[in-house]
């Protein structure tokens, strides 16, 4: 347990004190105009990021020997800087191991993984194929690949992505697909729900959450949807009698799944369940982009009568929320009416 | 009644005599190579269209005054000639009023109308805002509007289209979003509704579909975009207190349903709903196509091993069936495995 | 009347007292790094915009009670700042109503609004077709409608927008019509000239001009070219006897007169007339743009032998002061020669 | 004099006899079904084009040793196949020198050249500018360069290129730069003029029109652009003090006159004048591709309630004869209104 | 040994009679106009393709029982119909096993295989790197993957494709490799050779090249890059001690050969040994294909003063023979001059 | 000589008194925020660019008179300011004639000069084509370009540019086509190399590197492409007898090197000779850029586990240093395996 958490900071007084488990994500010294040198922090925990000097570098209640990626107990006070806040840290020493758990050092998902872990596997469940069902059990079998399936954020990007992020997504997905796929008779839905399973598992190598979210160098060289695809083949070339044109639907499913060449997909979707794999995935990764930005927007004040601020995710567009401007009361909105 | 239809000469015996009653779809006069005129014309019912040639211009059993958009009943015989069949028409003359239904010549949905219209109208009951719901229920109380939406293609290229056409591709897209829209609490659901009912409204004065299927010189002019905002905010002007605000979604809805500028969409989706509205439209339109092109397969009698044609609607990709190829015997299909 | 103008500070000794009427177009408070709170100012008149700092909240010299949209009294001092001035205010009270004029504080036309007003009047004059001249005259004819014509800008962004800019450029694009349409005898001028009056008149919706240049909700769920075809449908609808087909085609020309697709238009030109006004409004546009920025350049002290800054109407292209540079000594332009 | 031109056929007998003189436009040999062999030509006149096939080569009345070029006397009849008219020529011969004039042979601006040539004149006579009105009689003065530029056609492909059709342009150019500067005061005349002129002036290397109009070799691999300048800049280094800096401009204005790298202008306009320039030769374009399809519709017998074909100087988009179409009678032009 | 190549036909007397054998590339049964039944065939063999016919079905001299992919003795004579050489055939049975060699059947590259494949080994020899070295010695000690090596095609279509074709390409690129590495000391030249000899190997199993040459299944929906890929981590996952580091650089190679997304690479090269691969691969082909089309252009008797046709893998460019052009006569080759 | 260059500073103690020579490349007043002027000078020598700060203006110790453009000696301290160097004048006055050395004062190549230009120079001695070697030997006997030749940079742009760098460029490529052009025998050797030396040569006339590096105004209206080939079409003209289909190539090569008419050149290469010079410019561009990042990230002390910053000439990629990444040691790569 920490003492406080990033976000509690907006509402917290300037100039007080207050003690704190933070991960480092960054350590630079720098030097001011005066020729003194400071330490630039970038501190991290589940809750939000924050920048935070140490003025006093002699001083003896500041560790000397913390790193990037270390968890450590600092204290000081925070105020706010043109908008943006900073922390100005009086002691600081790096955390002992089990006083705080990592895993409060990252944006986390709001939802249970044990749950949505529970609900992956029922999908799995359900399966009449035999040979899909056992591909899937295999793999979610594995305790460490299952463990970091469960951690893995969805995208590396902080606004986008939180640990367990990847696991709410395709069992959004899930949820989703078996909507949809009934209204299509010529749909295999357990090549569909496999395809879902498997889509975006290269991700558990592609990306490192360590320390804040990042590329690693493999996977800046061979990207989630070829590491996916090997960890797949890989152990379907282990399962007996797998039939051979099933894989190459299943591959085919993971390689196509960006639905364009110049998104990375080195093939387009040309079976039915790749096609909507695709859509879906599409979709639902927009309405969470959509989503996150209301919520944004109302954290931030916003009012029913603002658009959004602009979404990457939708090509840079400024959106409206529907029900907030509908129930808001009809000023006269356009000019000299 | 007709004696024969098109679709049934593939069966036929060639050279042996038929009657049948034909839209005549173009006539054009031209010359042989030995100076001889002759006419050319393209006929069409409900299940397909024929090449035809009247070699014998003089003959007093072929009507002089008929004329493209007439109703015909000719008698003749057909022949394969380079994989096209051929009619070669001995006798012709123009349908008397009653003799046949306009209907059953140009291709039409496998769907009952009336049950389709039901739904449709059942979909309109469901909705729980009351302006939302007057302004259907007052659109399709028009009883020209509502024959025409009953009546309308979906789109021009006969492939792709056929009468009542739009109102297939409506309902399906209804049941799909009542599938969807529960996943997103976010979504208002009568706007939804609305938005699929009315999206391409203005289809049924963008294309005319007397004498096959074709742009009408205002649709090439105005676009359906266009023409079913138009319709709309007419209809609303004309409706006591709606309120502006759900006027502005409502048409942004329509605007924007295209999803992309350079797909003659003015606008692109701002909000969750006009969001949905494209992708669920695109999905359907796409595995509408994939499933089009997948009996056309079976038709041309194309084996499970084979990949299809290329798919229009799918940027000429060529799709694999799923459930066929993964059905059929493996043979050895790489090559010198 | 006001005290000084926000263009004339730049000649203005740094630190001395002046008094001003503003608009104030934003307004925040932030916090020093020593924790004390000041306000940040964006306040603006007709000549530019200056940021402002009201360092005293606490003075009772300075009103309590203004806010965004409000025109204030101000009085303080200017310094620069990195290249930039800043106000420092010492006392500020909100404007009582006739003291000062709202159209001071927006930038305006430099012409003579009336005048333009009466060129344009006397444009609609000149048409020879009597429902092309109803059509204009019932528009103009309707008070709010031409006030806000008057008033409106031509665009958002400050630098190439001002009240009185529609109808400014409108009457540029009219003269230089009466210019080309001789040479071209197919062109039905009447058509031609009712396509410029009408083509940008949705911007009375889109944009507010209130308080700075800002889109509306509705002009961003629309776009000025739906609002502009909706506005001028509903006032032909309300003429008698006006031929559909005259109707459809001056609709065709205000839905393409953006030229492309990907600009908005969601119908290309497929009239001379249309395809007319699209080139013209475009190089209307641009010849605006460049005597723009060789003005900008001049004020700020560019030299012949420099090239403007970047042109964003023009892709971000620098220009070159053809007389400028022309008449300016040739010193050895190129290097090593 | 010839007897017949090709354009006559439309209106002639089939199978009656005529005589003409052709230019020979290509020569294939073929062979039939049965082995035998027989001529394929393409004979060109002023009035168009027209296939030919000589089928008795050993008849004596037809010449053996003419080819590709050279002009012929052909006579036989023509009959219609496929809707495309063909000559079975029955005798043949290499016309006489002084026979016939060879700008018989292609098609032909409708203007006369002479008077044309004049207009060009008066405009470089109206000049100010000393130096530019020196570099064009200079140029124009050069007997060869002028001979070619009152023939060279301004494209290559047959249907929108004539004998005379690059004068033509230029003097349309010429009148309507005359009408639309004086609206841009900042517009230096004689540099518009001046670039007009000399903009498409590498045509007249870059094309061939001996037998057809076909690109040179030279044309091909440096483009007329490259040769213009190339002229221009020797003609200029030959004159007396010429200003570096306008002949800089100069350059500049035929460099960029295709107004985008991807049409082969390697530097986008930079001077007002340059802009003007680029708008204009593109407007003038579009409204000749314009006012050719109309004429062309109204050849082939086109409604008014009809589109043209697809234009390709217009991105292959249908137009519609606005003052056609208004003129109609309005027929109930909505499907199912 | 077969009696008569397709590319000696064109010396052939019409209509004499000839024996040869030919790979059945396609086989369909169609109809006269008289309503008789007749076969069109594709046949091939090495030197090309001709299309044949069957007309008298009946006949006893004709087997009923060949099909696509046979290889069959045919009789008969060749014409010319309309530019196309087309073969009526009198006699045809199928061959039996010995009487012919299949590679006689296809295009086949020019060169010697055996040499090739020693030049491709002693590259092999040449590597320093032990790990690179047992990767490529194991791959291509694998018989089955060593004879499909070196008889794949390049490409699928037929005019750049022939048996051998991956070999030819792989040796050329090793060659030119060997030229440029040497001048830029940073690449590593052990990456570079093993990159060129996987980078294609895919293809073995992306085509088939048993009748023609096709694309399969599942190279259709996996595509040669990640075949190449599994290939090749399959067989180093089974090597001893192979460093991950270094199977990631090789994979990544093989992934981004194509060098754009839009060209199949999900990534693109971000190692220079990646860089240079993409480049040389890309130049060579350039310069094979025209090589190509020069030797094509000299087939068809074009001459020094033609530009070649539009070359499909230049972006339809046409090309210029330089040493051709240059030694030719230089006639007046710019008109007017 | 001077005594300390920028590059030094690096190393250099805080605050420590040095002097040293340098090229004041930009000179600005502003006011600090008490109102106090002071001067912001940009100072660059051959090592790199530092800011400076003036804030003593009527210290006599300061020179009045100095400009952007003149060397200045220049006394002060530097310090760190969020991780820039800035330097604090204390003394600052003009430099004599003689005192220092202008080309001290730019970046410039790290090769031998004298040395580069002999190899250009044994190459025109290779050539065979007389009329090539003496256009050649033509253009580089002229003693004002050949100075230009040396001195030029390749581009504009700090980082990718230095004196010397055009040359340098060149040098590289003639060796690295002199390792290709022997791989393909249908190159012209000739053609090739002298491409080389003329493609950029226009450059000496685009750019200015009298104070930094900048496009000279008749640089950014014309464009290297055509500067280099009016001055290769002028020194041609001069000579005797060059045959106009040479030189119609050699102009063919410098126009189209770009290789894209998006890149600026108007015409695509057509002959094989233009072909290689575009492929070989565009590699050896990127592996400098490849090789200048990878020295950058040695100075900046980036490991070999991190990827380069992104390079602005490979489209913003990252990359990977091959060697040092394969020499480190393996850490555990992939997070939680």
């Not at 090997?230 to 085919?252: C, Q, S, W, Y």
Request: with cysteine.
């Amino acid at each position: 347990m920490k003492d406080i958490y990033i976000s509690d900071l907006a509402q917290f007084d300037e100039g007080k004190t207050f003690d704190g488990f933070f991960l480092v994500l960054s350590k630079q010294q720098r030097t001011t105009k005066n020729g003194k040198p400071y330490l630039n922090l970038a501190l991290g925990d589940k809750t939000g990021q924050l920048e935070a000097r140490v003025w006093e570098l002699g001083d003896p209640r500041i560790a000397k020997d913390f790193d990037r990626g270390d968890i450590v107990k600092a204290r000081g006070s925070a105020s706010r800087f043109e908008d943006r806040l900073q922390m100005k840290v009086d002691q600081l020493r790096v955390a002992t191991a089990g006083e705080t758990d990592r895993m409060d050092m990252l944006p986390s998902t709001t939802y249970d993984v044990a749950s949505l872990w529970k609900q992956l596997e029922s999908f799995v469940d359900s399966l009449v194929n035999p040979h899909l069902k056992l591909l899937l059990t295999t793999m979610l079998a594995d305790p460490a690949l299952a463990e970091a399936y469960r951690e893995a954020p969805a995208a590396k990007q902080l606004h986008h992505a939180w640990l367990g992020g990847l696991l709410e997504h395709v069992v959004s997905l899930l949820a989703l697909a078996d909507r949809v796929t009934p209204h299509y008779p010529m749909l295999d839905r357990d090549l569909v729900i496999t395809g879902i399973i498997l889509h975006d598992i290269g991700k558990v190598r592609e990306l490192s959450w360590e320390i804040g979210f990042e590329y690693t160098i493999e996977g800046s060289l061979l990207g989630h949807i070829q590491m996916g695809v090997a960890l797949t083949e890989k152990t379907i070339d282990n399962l007996p009698d797998f039939p051979p044109r099933l894989k190459t639907l299943v591959l085919h499913m993971i390689l196509s799944h960006h639905g364009k060449l110049e998104f990375g997909s080195p093939k387009l979707p040309m079976i039915p369940e790749a096609l909507v794999l695709n859509f879906l995935d599409d979709l639902d990764a927009k309405m969470q982009a959509v989503a996150g930005e209301f919520e944004k927007c109302t954290r931030e004040g916003k009012g029913p009568n603002e658009l959004t601020n602009k979404v990457w995710a939708l090509d840079q567009r400024q959106l409206l929320n529907t029900k907030q401007w509908l129930a808001a009361p009809e000023k006269t909105d356009v000019a000299k009416k």
